[in-house]
């Protein structure tokens, strides 16, 4: 038995386009539009019809290509089956599209294509922050340029931010499986504040995780602020309708933080500037009512000095009287003491014993013999003079 040549990917994959454009050279298809993706050159979308859908490249070379369709649209679109060379997907390569019925549908509306899920735009106009943002939660591959860039205005203009990073698989069949991880991480986290979801461009099939019923319903569990930065501007999928805020990049995600700071900044800087003048207004207010107390008290305060310059006056006047009266003192206090110099000269000779006279001096007795029975005497000592009455001799 001969073993037939094994094929590679590549050439599997040639061999089915070639049977294709053979079996199918050219084909009309009706359905409705679904899951658009625009990029610079192309644009991707899905043809639905119930239980099935098929995927559809329009090249903007075509001639067709000005033609605006949305979602919700019923088209029908000519071209070719081809297959998509890096995933293995049939789709039809669009040469011309036709609208037949124009649907064009709100975000919210966009939702409603998924039977029962339960997910819900939100309104991205009334979201505001009150608070200044401290604590930023970020799903995003930790070796993207995404993350990098979203680092890089952090360490210029959020040094207190604080940043806790989910690494996530942003794309192939495990990417879902990763955010749902991802999500069970952040509802055990209290302190976030909000949440960015972000990855750089791609193709269609790199973001179609992005614009799965699952994407929908798994971050409707996610309660905080949602910013989604996937792809480019161009770039369309529905986890951004389903996000608080919907930004064309990485950088442009996290200047949402800056400019939360900056409006906080300005606050700050108005709350400072009327502090100030508050305080200039009650300075200007209580100088007047000092003013006004400092009139008021101009007439008693005259009153009061003119008043201690009389003290000041008596006061000199009764220092000179004093002294006066106290040199006056002085002199009849020497005069004394020589008056009492002299006296103390004279009767130098009684100064050690009693003197004794008759009472009427005109006797100075010196000898006991010399009194009489009756005879009333004074004796004078140096401290004084009493009288005494002989009563026996």
């Given at each position: ?5 094994a ?37 991707v979308?899905s043809l ?7 995927k559809?490249?329009q090249m903007?070379t075509?001639?067709?290509?000005n ?7 019923k ?7 081809s ?5 293995g997907?049939i ?14 549908i ?5 939702l409603k ?7 819900e ?8 922050f ?6 930023v939660?970020?799903?995003t591959s930790v ?11 952090v360490?210029?203009e ?7 990073i ?9 990417a ?8 069970d ?6 302190d976030?504040?909000?949440l960015?979801?972000?990855r750089?461009g791609?193709?269609y099939?790199d ?5 799965s ?5 798994l ?7 949602i910013?989604?930065a996937i ?14 805020f919907?930004?064309a ?9 800056v ?10 800087r108005?709350l400072?500037?009327?502090l ?12 007047n ?8 008290l ?21 220092s ?6 106290l040199l ?11 008056i009492?110099?002299k006296?103390?000269?004279?009767n130098?000779?009684y ?30 000592f ?5 009288k ?5 001799n």
């Amino acid at each position: 038995m001969i073993e037939k040549k094994a094929l590679t990917i590549t050439e599997l994959i040639k061999v089915l386009k070639n049977c294709l454009n053979l079996q199918f050279p050219g084909i009309s298809v009706i359905g409705v539009i679904s899951d658009v993706y625009r990029a610079e050159g192309y644009t991707v979308f899905s043809l639905n019809e119930v239980g099935s859908k098929i995927k559809c490249v329009q090249m903007s070379t075509n001639a067709n290509s000005n033609i605006a369709v949305d979602l919700g649209d019923k088209v029908r679109a000519n071209g070719t089956i081809s297959v998509f060379g890096k995933s293995g997907e049939i789709h039809i390569l669009v040469s011309r599209l036709e609208v037949l019925a124009s649907n064009c549908i709100e975000p919210e509306d966009r939702l409603k294509q998924f039977p029962n899920s339960g997910a819900e735009v939100k309104n991205i106009k009334a979201v505001d922050f009150d608070l200044l943002i401290k604590s930023v939660g970020i799903i995003t591959s930790v070796d993207g340029a995404a993350l990098s860039d979203i680092l890089a205005v952090v360490g210029d203009e959020l040094p207190y931010l604080d940043i806790k990073i989910f690494p996530a698989v942003m794309q192939g069949k495990n990417a879902f499986e990763s955010f749902r991880n991802c999500v069970d991480q952040i509802l055990c986290h209290k302190d976030i504040d909000i949440l960015i979801i972000t990855r750089g461009g791609g193709s269609y099939e790199d973001l179609s995780v992005f614009n799965s019923e699952n994407i929908a319903n798994l971050f409707r569990l996610v309660k905080i602020p949602i910013i989604s930065a996937i792809g480019h501007a161009k770039d369309d999928v529905l986890l951004n309708h389903v996000a608080d805020f919907n930004v064309a990049t990485p950088t442009s995600a996290i200047q949402k933080i800056v400019a939360n700071k900056n409006k906080f900044k300005s606050r700050i800087r108005e709350l400072e500037s009327n502090l100030s003048n508050s305080i200039e207004r009650l300075l200007i207010k209580k100088t007047n009512e000092m003013k006004n107390v400092l009139a008021l008290l101009h007439t008693p305060s005259r009153t009061t000095e003119k008043h201690i310059r009389s003290l000041k006056a008596l006061e000199k006047r009764a220092s000179e009287v004093f002294h006066g009266v106290l040199l006056a003192r002085k002199q009849q206090l020497l005069q004394f003491e020589t008056i009492v110099e002299k006296l103390r000269k004279s009767n130098k000779k009684y100064s050690r014993n009693p003197v004794i006279f008759t009472k009427d001096r005109k006797k100075v007795i010196k000898s006991v013999y010399e009194l009489r029975r009756e005879d009333v005497l004074a004796i004078k000592f140096k401290d004084g003079q009493v009288k005494v009455k002989v009563l026996n001799n």
